[in-house]
């Protein structure tokens, strides 16, 4: 493991590495964006951030209406009065369900919107082994993974197409918030699959294989996985003239309501930890508007961190990885096979 990736590279950066603000000449006038799950934490700070630089629309998706409306009037209300206001919808997308983010594409599709980027930001970690009631599949799987797995193959030929209408604008982006922690993953699951012989979504769907300090760090390698294969089976003049695709760490940050559902003792270790370690959301925001506006083509296909480019996970270097990384990407497809045409929409990738 290179050192970047190790807890000790982890430590060097949170406590000496500050990822520098956007520069003041940075205007955004004129342009679009989508950032999910930004009623609060991380994804609300960056918002602030973009309407800040001058954004003109933005389309807060979230789970729950009343929260997504409180997070827009709480927004606008902090721009300087003299500013012209910009356009802020909220529009819903609930990530536990496959229909919600049909309906949330389709909205967008019917709206003509020249979408400039879109910051898929929304994500949990549960320390209790949970089911996601429309989807049957354990939560932190469902919405870390497949969902916006989901979320990012819809949004590809949208924002590609709306890329190929438009070439004197530059070329729109879909950034997706990871975490370093997928590098840290035991992925004990991957093993079981193997040995068993069944699919990995049974396993991880499977009670007795929850474990709670690595599960989170699973989830997010397996859609560094899923990411990294699907760049690969892009064509090639998608990949250079259609939607630009990165992940990004945002690092740990204390405030981002992440680990909200961590309980008891535990829940104030970990809350005192990030107030150690942590950095604030305003901090690690800076790395999801740098991914979403500012990093360009160098960044496509890429994995950014601190606002560089930064080396991914690993688990892909070796055969057993390889291998694990193909069948990621077979039984995403699997799932969402189920709800969408998947053959069309790969040949439109």
Same mark, same amino acid.
């Given at each position: 493991?290179?050192?970047?990736?190790?807890?000790?590279?982890?430590?060097?950066?949170?406590?000496?590495?500050?990822?520098?603000?956007?520069?003041?000449? $940075?205007?955004? !006038?004129?342009?679009?964006? #989508? &950032?999910?799950?930004?009623?609060?934490?991380?994804?609300?700070? +960056?918002? *602030? /951030?973009?309407?800040?630089?001058?954004?003109?629309?933005?389309?807060?998706?979230?789970?729950?209406?009343?929260?997504?409306?409180?997070?827009?009037?709480?927004?606008?209300?902090?721009?300087?009065?003299?500013?012209?206001?910009?356009?802020?919808?909220?529009?819903?997308?609930?990530?536990?369900?496959?229909?919600?983010?049909?309906?949330?594409?389709?909205?967008?599709?019917?709206?003509?919107?020249?979408?400039?980027?879109?910051?898929?930001?929304?994500?949990?970690?549960?320390?209790?082994?949970?089911?996601?009631?429309?989807?049957?599949?354990?939560?932190?799987?469902?919405?870390?993974?497949?969902?916006?797995?989901?979320?990012?193959?819809?949004?590809?030929?949208?924002?590609?197409?709306?890329?190929?209408?438009?070439? $004197?604008?530059? !070329?729109?982006?879909?950034? #997706? &918030?990871?975490?370093?922690?997928?590098?840290?993953?035991?992925? +004990?699951? *991957? /093993?079981?699959?193997?040995?068993?012989?069944?699919?990995?979504?049974?396993?991880?769907?499977?009670?007795?294989?929850?474990?709670?300090?690595?599960?989170?760090?699973?989830?997010?390698?397996?859609?560094?996985?899923?990411?990294?294969?699907?760049?690969?089976?892009?064509?090639?003049?998608?990949?250079?003239?259609?939607?630009?695709?990165?992940?990004?760490?945002?690092?740990?940050?204390?405030?981002?309501?992440?680990?909200?559902?961590?309980?008891?003792?535990?829940?104030?270790?970990?809350?005192?930890?990030?107030?150690?370690?942590?950095?604030?959301?305003?901090?690690?925001?800076?790395?999801?508007?740098?991914?979403?506006?500012?990093?360009?083509?160098?960044?496509?296909?890429?994995?950014?961190?601190?606002?560089?480019?930064?080396?991914?996970?690993?688990?892909?270097?070796?055969?057993?990885?390889?291998?694990?990384?193909?069948?990621?990407?077979?039984?995403?497809?699997?799932?969402?096979?189920?709800?969408?045409?998947?053959?069309?929409?790969?040949?439109?990738?």
């Amino acid at each position: 493991m290179p050192f970047y990736n190790s807890y000790p590279g982890f430590l060097y950066r949170q406590f000496l590495v500050c990822p520098s603000k956007a520069p003041s000449t $940075t205007s955004l !006038r004129g342009k679009a964006g #989508i &950032v999910t799950g930004s009623n609060t934490g991380l994804g609300y700070e +960056a918002s *602030a /951030q973009l309407l800040g630089l001058g954004l003109s629309h933005l389309i807060l998706a979230v789970r729950s209406i009343f929260k997504g409306e409180a997070a827009r009037k709480s927004l606008l209300a902090s721009l300087p009065a003299s500013a012209k206001p910009p356009v802020v919808e909220v529009w819903e997308l609930d990530l536990g369900s496959y229909a919600s983010i049909l309906a949330f594409v389709e909205r967008l599709k019917k709206s003509e919107i020249q979408v400039d980027f879109a910051l898929l930001n929304a994500g949990v970690a549960n320390f209790k082994f949970t089911i996601n009631q429309p989807t049957s599949h354990e939560s932190s799987i469902q919405i870390n993974w497949l969902s916006t797995a989901l979320l990012t193959l819809l949004l590809l030929p949208v924002l590609d197409q709306q890329a190929a209408n438009n070439l $004197t604008r530059a !070329r729109p982006v879909i950034s #997706i &918030v990871g975490s370093e922690t997928a590098a840290w993953a035991k992925f +004990a699951e *991957a /093993q079981v699959s193997t040995k068993q012989g069944i699919p990995l979504i049974d396993v991880l769907d499977d009670k007795a294989n929850f474990d709670m300090g690595d599960r989170y760090y699973t989830s997010k390698l397996l859609y560094q996985l899923f990411f990294l294969e699907l760049f690969r089976n892009r064509s090639s003049a998608q990949r250079s003239s259609g939607a630009i695709l990165n992940l990004v760490n945002p690092g740990f940050c204390y405030g981002s309501e992440l680990h909200r559902t961590a309980e008891g003792a535990f829940g104030k270790v970990l809350g005192g930890m990030k107030r150690v370690i942590g950095r604030s959301v305003s901090m690690g925001a800076r790395t999801l508007v740098h991914s979403s506006v500012l990093a360009g083509e160098p960044s496509n296909g890429k994995y950014l961190s601190d606002n560089k480019q930064a080396p991914f996970a690993g688990y892909g270097d070796s055969d057993s990885g390889r291998i694990t990384q193909a069948q990621v990407w077979k039984e995403t497809i699997s799932e969402l096979g189920s709800v969408v045409d998947m053959d069309k929409l790969l040949s439109q990738i």
